[in-house]
């Protein structure tokens, strides 16, 4: 069966860090992207960040560009969010998903439809 199961997500202050971790089974992270999208109360799901399970290449939003690093364990099958000077407004469910893809990250990766396999979710909150 074919998953990914986010974890780390927490109540953390401003200019705090985090680790979000991304389990995959089922599949290896070769040959895909694995993107890390995040979704506020009342708002449209976002992407984050972007990392090729094939040569590690990343993608990142804008809005997190210097602070937020993906990168992937293929020996583990592991992907992670290293999110770094945390802001009130990066307050989210955070999820991990994937799809079979090799080519450029950023052609596909800001589209949620793009991928087929999703992770539950896990909270972050960011607040003094």
């Not at 979704?39 to 040569?55: I, K, N």
């Not at 469910?93 to 992770?119: D, H, K």
Request: proline share 3%; glycine share 10%; net charge negative.
């Amino acid at each position: 069966q074919v998953q990914v199961v986010e974890s780390g997500g927490g109540l953390v202050q401003p200019g705090s860090s985090l680790r979000l971790s991304c389990a995959a089974s089922g599949f290896t992270l070769d040959y895909h992207a694995i993107a890390w999208f995040r979704q506020a109360a009342g708002e449209e799901r976002e992407l984050v960040s972007c990392v090729s399970g094939t040569d590690g290449a990343t993608y990142h939003a804008d809005s997190v560009k210097g602070r937020f690093t993906a990168s992937r364990d293929n020996a583990n099958n592991m992907v992670y969010l290293q999110m770094n000077s945390l802001k009130p407004e990066d307050s989210a469910v955070y999820y991990c998903a994937a799809e079979p893809y090799i080519g450029t990250l950023s052609l596909v990766c800001s589209t949620p439809s793009f991928f087929r396999t999703w992770g539950q979710g896990t909270q972050v909150t960011v607040s003094s």
